[in-house]
């Protein structure tokens, strides 16, 4: 075998081995908002809304739930948490799950709070405030030999809002993403990425 077939398949076994083994990665980039006054609104209470989505299973959906709660419990011990389920038991009991639902629509559009259904909720479940999230613009792609690799992106989002006057008093959103170390694999799984960005969540929740 002469030098430069030699050289050659050198080179072929570099870019195989490139397609074959690259390296993954994963990453998050956060944007927060605090209200300023938000340190002097009377908070006790805080209902915690389940997490809106259409592509987490049950139980996962139930573990992101938890894993919030008991973030904003370790940063804020003095707040009475409502769980999910607390919270929709009431809802129901008072015939506004609907109207909840339909002001996470808008509020997910808009970013325009439905003050007055707020106020009910808040009466409802004898709340200050109520905390709600969402996963939304969800994109995987499975590796594509010789093309891509297999990336998942979303975006979440937290919102805590008072229930006497529908301001928002807390908001981070985020955007995480993994990719895979080859490009013959699938999609990384969604809940690894959310969680990712719930860390970066539960680290931007306000002490007290």
């Known amino acids: 075998m002469n030098t430069t077939t030699t050289k050659l398949l050198g080179a072929m076994i570099v870019i195989t081995s490139f397609i074959f083994y690259g390296c993954g990665g994963?990453?998050?980039?956060?944007?927060n908002y605090q209200d300023p006054v938000f340190n002097t609104y009377k908070i006790d209470t805080i209902g915690i809304l389940p997490i809106r989505n259409s592509n987490l299973a049950l139980n996962e959906a139930r573990e992101i739930n938890r894993y919030f709660m008991v973030g904003v419990s370790t940063k804020n011990r003095k707040y009475t948490l409502l769980?999910?389920?607390?919270?929709?038991?009431?809802?129901?009991?008072?015939?506004?799950?609907?109207?909840?639902?339909?002001?996470?629509?808008?509020?997910?559009?808009?970013?325009?709070?439905?003050?007055?259904?707020?106020?009910?909720i808040g009466k409802s479940l004898n709340c200050d405030a109520i905390a709600q999230g969402e996963i939304y613009n969800i994109i995987k792609k499975d590796g594509a030999f010789g093309s891509n690799k297999g990336e998942t992106r979303c975006n979440v989002r937290y919102s805590v809002l008072s229930t006497k006057d529908g301001k928002v008093l807390w908001e981070t959103s985020v955007e995480a993403y993994e990719t895979?170390?080859?490009?013959?694999?699938s999609a990384p799984a969604l809940m690894d990425v959310v969680k990712q960005g719930m860390d970066k969540i539960i680290e931007s929740l306000p002490g007290r």
């Open 83 to 120: 769980s999910p389920e607390e919270c929709i038991e009431k809802l129901n009991r008072d015939s506004l799950v609907e109207r909840y639902y339909n002001h996470l629509v808008t509020y997910s559009s808009s970013g325009i709070a439905n003050t007055k259904t707020l106020q009910d």
């Open 180 to 185: 895979t170390n080859t490009t013959l694999e």
């Open 26 to 31: 994963s990453g998050v980039s956060t944007q």
